[in-house]
């Protein structure tokens, strides 16, 4: 086990490293001039030997190649470059943002658990019956809608009629993360929902559950001890997946609820021109999404035996 995981890690320095080139070229190819756009937002005017001197001082004179390996070595070193726009360093600012981000992550994944795992396999057992009808159609309406169209929706109920909740921000404690919470959730759950139902009514198909049952073995014995167990790989790949884009930041959601967290922190670093902000979210999606496989391919080779001895036996 320890070979299989220290064969992947290694695999994944390359992709790592490659990701981070082509996200430093393509920033900087498609970019203007940063010196200019610095003035533009400051709204402050520079002499042109001002503007060079800058330029100098943030390495811009230099080939693009040797821009790539000073910066790919600051951020070896926990040095991701300074703002633009705020002029703090960035690693430090992306901190500040982060944990906004993960407590969104945690309780969107959680209600998308405890919702669509008991619908899909409710509606499953349920094959062609009205409760499975209607799970269907309540999932293929949330599934339909966009998360900025439930996050309207669930503001006007709750926050402008109900006034139960804030309508934005994160300073009402528990209270400020329901509505973005639900918004992400309802929009998952409804899709996972029906994925859930078919992985189960595959299992429920296959010969080991008609051999258990003509064995006299119990239908919620088979169906929990049995048939989860083996849809758990898909249930773990639509896990890992929401992980990995809810931890990116949910930028259409953080910004509609002025979530203070990595997405809205994205957003507002593109409308600015602020790159190096933009650099350091592309390596943080990067590093979220090779972990997240990672993992994900370690808890494979835990959950499928035929993962593992195909592994071992190669």
């Known amino acids: 086990m320890r070979k299989y995981i220290a064969k992947r890690c290694l695999q994944l320095i390359p992709i790592l490293l490659g990701i981070t080139f082509l996200s430093f070229l393509l920033t900087n190819a498609g970019a203007s001039d940063v010196v200019s756009q610095m003035e533009s937002n400051t ?18 004179d230099k080939p693009l190649v040797q821009q790539y390996a000073l910066w790919l070595s600051g951020v070896l070193t926990g040095d991701m470059g300074v703002s633009f726009v705020s002029k703090r360093p960035v690693f430090s600012t992306f901190l500040e943002k982060l944990p906004a981000t993960i407590y969104l992550t945690v309780t969107s994944v959680l209600l998308t658990v405890f919702i669509s795992i008991p619908l899909g396999v409710l509606a499953a057992v349920r094959q062609n019956k009205f409760t499975d009808y209607l799970i269907r159609f309540l999932s293929f309406i949330g599934n339909s809608m966009p998360n900025f169209f439930v996050s309207l929706l669930l503001i006007y109920f709750f926050s402008l009629k109900l006034n139960l909740l804030p309508v934005m921000g994160n300073a009402a404690g528990w209270k400020s993360v329901i509505l973005p ?118 808890l494979y080779h835990y959950l499928d035996p035929r993962i593992r001895l195909g592994w071992e036996g190669a």
Not at 208 to 222: L, S, T
């Open 43 to 60: 709204g402050t005017v520079m002499s042109e030997e001002e503007k060079q001197k800058l330029r100098e001082e943030l390495g811009l």
């Open 181 to 298: 919470t639900l918004t992400l959730a309802l929009a998952m759950a409804s899709k996972y929902t029906r994925q859930v139902r078919a992985t189960v009514l595959e299992e429920l198909n296959k010969d080991y559950v008609q051999g258990a049952r003509a064995r006299g073995v119990g239908e919620r014995r088979i169906l929990y001890f049995s048939v989860l167990k083996s849809a758990m790989l898909t249930i773990v790949t639509l896990l890992a997946l929401s992980v990995g884009s809810l931890l990116g930041g949910t930028a259409i959601v953080e910004s509609i609820f002025m979530w203070d967290g990595v997405g809205k922190m994205a957003v507002d670093a593109i409308t600015m021109r602020d790159y190096p902000v933009i650099q350091a979210y592309v390596i943080w999606m990067a590093v979220i999404y090779v972990c997240v496989n990672l993992v994900t391919d370690i």
